[in-house]
């Protein structure tokens, strides 16, 4: 049966709410993984460009007694190369993360703010025949 227009747009005002939520939480969990997988390739390319004398030429001790132009530019070319593969380790480590809590199957369809009689249907409580993964 369909809803009234003004409980239609309360309840997607609702849906549009959580899907949101869902979405920023989604977000976060990236951002937060790929910070922390990614540090080691931010510090080592940080550390690089800061000693250069091309590029910013620090006058902090480390860069005068330890890093000359030539360790400079190693510890440039290792952060990038090591980015590649930690960025495959984050990308999976998200994805295991967000299947094992079920974050993706968390949406509310549309459909709910149309008619009556819908169920949430979230994570484990759902018994639709859809899946996000086999």
Same mark, same amino acid.
């Given at each position: 049966?369909? =809803? @009234?227009?003004?409980?239609? &747009?309360?309840? $997607?005002? !609702?849906?549009? $709410? ?16 790929? $910070?922390?997988? !990614?540090?080691? $390739? ?7 460009? /800061?000693?250069?004398? /091309?590029?910013?030429? @620090?006058? %902090?001790?480390? *860069? ?13 070319? &290792?952060?990038?190369? &090591? ?8 990308? %999976?480590?998200?994805?295991? &993360?967000? =299947?094992?809590? /079920?974050?993706? !199957?968390? *949406? /509310?369809?549309?459909?709910? %703010? ?12 759902? =018994? ?7």
């Amino acid at each position: 049966e369909p =809803r @009234s227009p003004c409980c239609c &747009l309360a309840w $997607t005002l !609702l849906i549009a $709410t959580i899907n949101s939520l869902l979405f920023l939480l989604n977000l976060l969990l990236m951002f937060v993984i790929f $910070t922390i997988v !990614l540090l080691p $390739t931010i510090v080592v390319v940080y550390f690089g460009f /800061q000693c250069h004398s /091309q590029v910013l030429h @620090s006058s %902090a001790r480390y *860069c005068r007694s330890i890093l000359d132009d030539n360790s400079s530019s190693a510890l440039i070319i &290792l952060g990038f190369v &090591l980015l590649s593969p930690l960025l495959v380790v984050a990308m %999976a480590l998200y994805c295991s &993360l967000a =299947r094992r809590l /079920q974050l993706l !199957l968390c *949406c /509310q369809p549309y459909s709910l %703010a149309l008619y009556k009689g819908g169920r949430w249907c979230c994570a484990r409580g759902c =018994r639709a025949p859809l899946k996000a993964w086999v």
